[in-house]
T-cell receptor, first 112, second 112 residues
Framework: QQQVKQSPQSLIVQKGGISIINCAYENTAFDYFPWYQQFPGKGPALLIAIRPDVSEKKEGRFTISFNKSAKQFSLHIMDSQPGDSATYFCAAIPYNFNKFYFGSGTKLNVKP | DAGVTQSPTHLIKTRGQQVTLRCSPKSGHDTVSWYQQALGQGPQFIFQYYEEEERQRGNFPDRFSGHQFPNYSSELNVNALLLGDSALYLC???????????FGPGTRLTVT
């Protein structure tokens, strides 16, 4: 049973557009929600993370929107660039349990 | 400041053999987690080490074992390799009270 469901599986966006990736979870014990970016042949790199006490967090062109009641969170990449082309993973960690549950990933392709 | 390092980068083994993968955590980090990432999938938690002991474990068979040394570096051992063990093996380090995990570049294991 997948603890974190991620969509879409792949995404094509034009340069300058907005990329939106969604994740949903069921376990209400999750209290930390990071997003990771992974390039081919590399390990995942932390992009941005949020806790459930806030509904939105913005860092540069990256924004997490969090809906606690719906148990959903999403990553928005504003002004998408070809260099953003990578696979993005959402993840969740339960309270007091340092173990990540990852989504299945979204392969983003930003067309120039 | 060196990040998480892993060795070797690539490894090819034959079914039934045993393999040892190595990880050095980010400077100052004392907790090491191991993940298995199959092609096109999100990382799956194998186990976590803290103070030289296995603190948490995912749904992996006993063929997967590990060790943490006094300098916080860690090894992942896999016995009786199966074709399905072919994957990218990621090591992540963190502080015990910190949810942020930093990933290494991974070891690509191919079992033939």
């Amino acid at each position: 049973q997948q603890q974190v469901k991620q969509s879409p599986q792949s995404l094509i966006v034009q340069k300058g557009g907005i990329s939106i990736i969604n994740c949903a979870y069921e376990n209400t014990a999750f209290d930390y929600f990071p997003w990771y970016q992974q390039f081919p042949g590399k390990g995942p790199a932390l992009l941005i993370a949020i806790r459930p006490d806030v509904s939105e967090k913005k860092e540069g062109r990256f924004t997490i929107s969090f809906n606690k009641s719906a148990k959903q969170f999403s990553l928005h990449i504003m002004d998408s660039q070809p260099g953003d082309s990578a696979t993005y993973f959402c993840a969740a960690i339960p309270y007091n349990f340092n173990k990540f549950y990852f989504g299945s990933g979204t392969k983003l392709n930003v067309k120039p | 400041d060196a990040g998480v390092t892993q060795s070797p980068t690539h490894l090819i083994k034959t079914r039934g053999q045993q393999v040892t993968l190595r990880c050095s955590p980010k400077s100052g980090h004392d907790t090491v987690s191991w993940y298995q990432q199959a092609l096109g999938q999100g990382p799956q938690f194998i186990f976590q080490y803290y103070e030289e002991e296995e603190r948490q474990r995912g749904n992996f068979p006993d063929r997967f074992s590990g060790h943490q040394f006094p300098n916080y570096s860690s090894e992942l051992n896999v016995n009786a390799l199966l074709l399905g063990d072919s994957a990218l093996y990621l090591c992540a380090s963190s502080l015990p009270a910190d949810d942020e995990q930093y990933f290494g570049p991974g070891t690509r294991l191919t079992v033939t």
